[in-house]
């Protein structure tokens, strides 16, 4: 047998151009809005008119970016642009650390009605009370809702929340504040998945509210709820009631934002995107500095040329 009959054939490289539209749809759509627009737009003509497809712009993902490109990318403006390409048709967006109240305001304006899915994360000082009740009024569809790490969002958005919203059947207020449990027992009644990670404010009374004002619920998370003592009554009524139950002494393993759980790293957080925005202010304010003294230089030039 002629030896080069068993030699396999060089395998032929796949030409990413050749695949079909929709294939391509699919594997653009896989990543994140912020690799799309940094990278994935600029490979080729046909992928920069597929990433102008608003179908692209229906799920807009914008976390674990990480702390220095948060700041450096200026990814509220970044963000701002994947919204007018969604057209209108925007029903998913997650959003970690630059979140604003204009930039939620902007979402409403953009017609952006149908949304479904909201996810706000370590928006710091950014996100108020005023901007999420604001939004609230204009979400009807709204299903999911995640606020973790948003120090300055109280009762009184939830309180706006669960009246604007009234299909929400899942919600995250990590680490949230003062009468947050009982703005969700009085406005949330069709709730069916509740997570409520570090409520330090949360205890068997609150417990007991939601268990009453929420009686769809299926799933609760209570875990580093110090304050709440699952006995007697009160443990027999989660265990009739909620389904999947974690109890304030669960392990966080599967917690996204376990480690900011402790007071000194969740502070540390903070300082390092204060930081970081602050160095990159002063750098931009530099380089306007430096243009400006270079142009008023090139006009004091031309000036003295034209009188000589």
């Known amino acids: 047998m002629d030896s080069r009959s068993i030699i ?63 700041v450096d990318y200026k990814l509220e403006k970044m963000c701002r642009h994947a919204i007018d390409r969604s ?43 005023k901007g999420l009740c604001e939004m609230a009024e204009k979400l009807p569809l709204l299903e999911e809702l995640n606020i973790t790490l948003c120090p300055r969002v109280s009762s009184i958005a939830l309180e706006a929340i669960g009246r604007g919203c009234p299909l929400l059947k899942s919600f995250k207020y990590n680490h949230g504040g003062k009468k947050a449990t009982f703005a969700i027992a009085q406005n949330m009644s069709n709730l069916r998945h509740l997570q409520l990670v570090e409520n330090r404010y949360l205890d068997n009374s609150g417990l007991s509210a939601i268990l009453d004002g929420c009686p769809h619920l299926e799933s609760l998370d209570l875990r580093r709820c110090c304050n709440v003592k699952l006995e007697g009554i009160l443990r027999t009524r989660c265990d009739e009631k909620v389904k999947d139950m974690k109890d304030p002494d669960a392990p966080l393993d599967d917690f996204e934002f376990w480690g900011l759980c402790f ?8 300082y390092d995107y204060l930081r970081e925005k602050r160095w990159v202010q002063e750098r931009e304010a530099r380089r306007i500095n430096s243009g400006s003294s270079r142009e008023k230089k090139n006009k004091a030039k031309s000036k003295s040329k034209k009188k000589r």
């Open 8 to 70: 396999a054939e060089p395998a032929k490289k796949l030409n990413w151009l050749d695949l079909p539209h929709d294939v391509t749809l699919m594997i653009i759509g896989k990543l994140t809005t912020f690799h799309i627009l940094t990278s994935a737009q600029f490979v080729c003509r046909k992928w920069w008119r597929i990433c102008m497809d608003p179908l692209i712009w229906r799920t807009i993902n914008m976390c674990d970016i990480g702390i220095p490109n948060s």
């Open 263 to 270: 007071e000194s790293i969740y502070d540390d957080a903070v």
């Open 87 to 129: 057209c209108g048709q925007l029903v998913d967006i997650s959003i970690e650390y630059f979140g604003t109240d204009d930039l939620l305001k902007y979402i409403i304006d953009s017609g952006c009605h149908k949304l479904r899915r909201l996810r706000l994360v370590q928006c710091f000082y950014e996100i108020l009370d």
